[in-house]
């Protein structure tokens, strides 16, 4: 039997309630919401880190934070340690199999490996506002798409980073209408590219992992997508306004009045937000439509999934680096080849499962330090998922470390800090309002996840960790 192509699409930052198959009843998502009628949808799908590059490092080698090392991300990016040498990526693997690999867009490792055909990017970076010249290094845009941008748009890479220089840049939580067309954005680049490499002719599978740059900030649709959503019409955040002071210190933000101003801004910076997820869908759909086209759609495994995702201004916060369910809990989505009845599936995912998903359908027998377990038999009707999901934090400056249980009911978080300890009921409190890991009466419930958080830990450390086998 022929072994299937395999297109990954990741995001960056997107929440799941972006999605109309899970609940948008705003953004809309048309074209995900039509994979979803052919796919799996798993409903609690959890990253093994909630920042970029450690939890890509996760997918790319099925293996949690402290197996393979990678724990952090450096403020200046490009400085952030890569995976060590001896781990080995799922994409090395397949090329050992056979197959041809592409990437395009962000994919965030440092370096890249595993690819035959790559056109990438760094990602957006709401920090720069220079395309060089900054002490945390060159915008990270990069040079292949200045190159593809130059011939289409001269000066154009230039005015995106003075556009970032005016004043309703910083006003607006770096939350702009792109300077450029639709044409020219940075969207349309990976989806140009991803439909060059998957348009080849060849005699082996491939596998093309598609990284959309967005909807991480800065917040910038183009003029096409940036008033899809009237800031006016834009609802605000039921937990803005609600007191964090039972939270670990590194958590809790001070109530502000919510002047004008502030609000404004917060409503531009959902807005735009959401812009880019129906910008996002826009393009899965022209990529769904493609392989189609090309007589490739039926013997293609399409995985869909984000990197983390954004707390929006929920409890105040903005950004990810935490484990509260609006940036651990991301969307993961699994067609497999030639589809399947949609539904969806409750059980708890770990995003990394992708890892042996993807070699389970290539014929690549599962690794025996890889830590993830296949999805496969699910998507096939059977059953499958875990008790328990594992996911991991270390801040820039390594200061703070967290670690995150996530049961059926429960999501135990133990961080390195005085009083550093979260446990919330989803059941009875699937908002995460109120921290119960001091109240007596959750004192056992606590103390039991502290305990299974222990065992997940050294279960982990005897997988055969920093073993190097041979690629298959």
């Known amino acids: 039997m022929t072994p299937p192509n395999i297109l990954l699409i990741t995001t960056d930052q997107q929440r799941c309630d972006t999605i109309g198959a899970y609940g948008s009843t705003l953004v809309r998502t048309p074209n995900i919401d039509r994979l979803c009628q052919e796919s799996v949808v798993f409903d609690r799908a959890y990253v093994q880190n909630p920042i970029c590059i450690p939890s890509r490092a996760c997918i790319q080698t099925g293996r949690y934070t402290h197996q393979h ?3 952090y991300m450096e403020t200046e990016i490009d400085l952030t340690p890569g995976l060590p040498a001896h781990e080995l990526t799922f994409m090395e693997r397949l090329q050992a199999a056979g197959y041809v690999t592409g990437a395009t867009g962000k994919i965030h490792m440092m370096p890249e490996r595993g690819f035959d055909w ?17 002490d945390i290094g060159p915008a990270p845009l990069g040079a292949q798409y200045a190159a593809w941008l130059e011939q289409r748009h001269p000066g154009g890479y230039e005015r995106i980073y003075e556009q970032r220089r005016r004043p309703e840049y910083k006003r607006n939580r770096a939350s702009v209408e792109n300077v450029l067309p639709l044409e020219d954005y940075v969207e349309t680049y990976i989806l140009e590219k991803s439909m060059e490499f998957m348009g080849q002719e060849r005699d082996q599978p491939f596998f093309l992992w598609c990284g959309f740059c967005g909807p991480h900030g800065p917040h910038d649709p183009p003029s096409s997508h940036a008033h899809l959503y009237p800031p006016d019409q834009i609802v605000l955040p039921a937990t803005h306004e609600h007191d964090t002071s039972d939270r670990p210190p590194h958590l809790r933000r001070p109530l502000q009045p919510l ?22 869908d826009d393009y899965v759909g022209k990529l769904l439509a493609f392989l189609e086209e090309r007589g490739l759609l039926e013997n293609t495994l399409i995985l869909y999934t984000s990197d983390h995702g954004e707390m929006l201004g929920d409890f105040r916060l903005h950004g990810k680096g935490n484990f509260y369910e609006q940036v651990a809990h991301v969307p993961l989505i699994a067609r497999p080849p030639g589809g399947c009845p949609g539904r969806h599936v409750r059980s708890l995912m770990e995003v990394m499962d992708v890892a042996p998903t993807v070699l389970d359908y290539a014929g690549v027998p599962h690794p025996r330090e890889m830590t993830a377990t296949s999805f496969r038999p699910i998507l096939e009707g059977g059953e499958g998922g875990h008790e328990a999901v594992l996911s991991e934090f270390t801040t820039n400056d390594q200061r703070i470390s967290g670690k995150c249980l996530v049961t059926d009911r429960y999501k135990y978080v133990y961080w390195n800090t005085e009083q550093g300890g979260e446990l919330y009921d989803l059941l009875d409190d699937p908002g995460e309002l109120h921290n119960r890991y001091y109240d007596p009466a959750y004192a056992d419930i606590r103390d039991q996840h502290a305990e299974l958080l222990l065992q997940r830990l050294m279960a982990s450390e005897t997988s ?4 190097r086998s041979a690629p298959y």
Request: hydrophobic share 25%; glycine share 16%; proline share 2%.
């Open 464 to 467: 055969y960790n920093g073993y």
């Open 259 to 280: 002047t004008p101003e502030r609000e404004e801004s917060l409503r531009i910076y959902m807005s735009y937000y959401y812009g880019l997820c129906t910008l996002i």
């Open 118 to 134: 790559q056109e990438l990017v760094g990602g957006k970076g709401a920090r720069w506002t220079q395309s060089t010249g900054q």
């Open 69 to 71: 090392g990678l724990r």
